[in-house]
């Protein structure tokens, strides 16, 4: 999938995280991963976001996330609803989103 | 038998809700993705469900999502959100008639042939909100052998038939209410009652949990976290109550031992509604 314009999904709530997206304009795939228990968790955030990118075959777009604390399920649906409204996405393809 | 004394709302798109609500441990957690979302939302809030239902806290409890009507554009996405999740029961809103409840269970069955759950697993609820809801309700809650419940949604209903809540006896939703639990019975199925919106008032709420458990609701829907441990020690039996159900099921189980079809216990017979509703003051007075 490629992200053709910017999006947003999320929040900045406590156990919610922000995931905004938008083309990188260079043919890469960037992630930057910011949180408040970025010591503790910022591994385990990042492989949950690749694993997520991985699954729905991005491989061009910048994507920042903003974390506060979210459980890897709510991770892996905000990446996933931001990457599908910058994708422009109507259609879902459900196996690529367990 | 599946005690439904507590379906607790959480809003699809409420992160710290979807993360937390389990704790709690309503009897049902209802993930909801009609009116407490927005619009806008309803497509995040559809894949935070999704993932919400794959957790492994919510494997050991019962799992509801409220779909939107079959009047919006949103419902069949939702469907294939909550069945590809894994949810044990779909609640749909507004139901006018049976076939809505037939026109559901036919998308049902297409998603679940779909991702390979089995045919049947997943179970149905209708929520009643109008008069005609309410008049059809023998026929909604018979539509198919999938409804393991009903459940009475009183905002919808009292604007319908042109009324507003009351305190009391709440006269406004006797008719309603007392058609729905009987639509329920018949059906052998089980009945929730309407939400209690003010989640400061406990002294309402008591008032309005009372009067659903003396009619024969198996509960009520649930907006705050706060009310559960209310409603199940309101629905708990007493002690003198467990003593006794404890009595009849010894005096039945020592009729049986003997080959007696029937035995009295304090002058009165014990036969098979008396250990029925034994067995459930048991099982309430366990999960209290």
């Not at chain 2, 939302?41 to 239902?53: C, G, P, T």
């Not at chain 2, 309407?194 to 008032?207: A, I, K, Q, S, W």
């Not at chain 2, 009295?264 to 034994?278: F, T, W």
């Amino acid at each position: 999938m490629k992200v053709v314009k910017e999006a947003i999904s999320g929040t900045l709530e406590s156990s919610d995280l922000l995931v905004k997206v938008e083309p990188s304009g260079k043919g890469t795939r960037d992630i930057v991963i910011r949180s408040e228990v970025m010591k503790q968790f910022g591994k385990q955030i990042r492989r949950v976001v690749i694993d997520t990118l991985d699954k729905l075959s991005v491989s061009d777009g910048l994507i920042v996330i903003e974390d506060k604390g979210a459980l890897d399920c709510v991770i892996r649906a905000r990446v996933q609803a931001a990457v599908l409204r910058g994708c422009g996405s109507q259609e879902l393809d459900w196996g690529r989103l367990s | 038998m599946k005690l439904r004394r507590s379906m607790l709302f959480v809003p699809g798109d409420n992160a710290a809700m979807l993360s937390t609500s389990f704790v709690y441990k309503p009897d049902s957690i209802m993930f909801d993705l009609e009116d407490a979302v927005a619009a806008r939302e309803k497509d995040s809030a559809r894949l935070m469900v999704y993932q919400a239902l794959q957790h492994p806290a919510y494997r050991d409890i019962e799992t509801v999502v409220r779909i939107n009507g079959v009047d919006s554009e949103f419902w069949q996405k939702d469907l294939e959100a909550a069945i590809r999740g894994g949810v044990d029961i779909v609640r749909l809103p507004k139901t006018e008639t049976a076939h809505d409840i037939q026109e559901l269970e036919t998308h049902v069955e297409r998603i679940e042939k779909a991702c390979g759950r089995p045919i049947g697993e997943t179970k149905l609820m209708a929520a009643i909100e109008s008069a005609s809801g309410v008049v059809n309700a023998v026929s909604i809650a018979t539509a198919s052998p999938r409804m393991v419940a009903i459940a009475m949604a009183g905002f919808d209903y009292l604007v319908d038939m042109h009324t507003r809540r009351s305190t009391g006896w709440e006269p406004e939703l006797f008719y309603a209410r007392a058609a729905v639990l009987h639509a329920a019975r018949a059906a052998k199925i089980d009945a929730f009652d309407v939400v209690y919106g003010n989640v400061n008032d406990d002294e309402g709420f008591l008032r309005e949990v009372n009067i659903a458990k003396q009619l024969g609701f198996n509960g009520k829907s649930l907006i705050h976290p706060k009310q559960i441990d209310l409603l199940h020690k309101a629905y708990a039996p007493t002690e003198e109550e467990v003593s006794h159900a404890k009595r009849v099921l010894e005096a039945a189980e020592e009729a049986h031992r003997k080959g007696l079809g029937v035995v009295s216990l304090d002058g009165k017979m014990v036969d098979p509604p008396v250990i029925h509703e034994a067995e459930m003051a048991l099982q309430l007075a366990e999960a209290a």
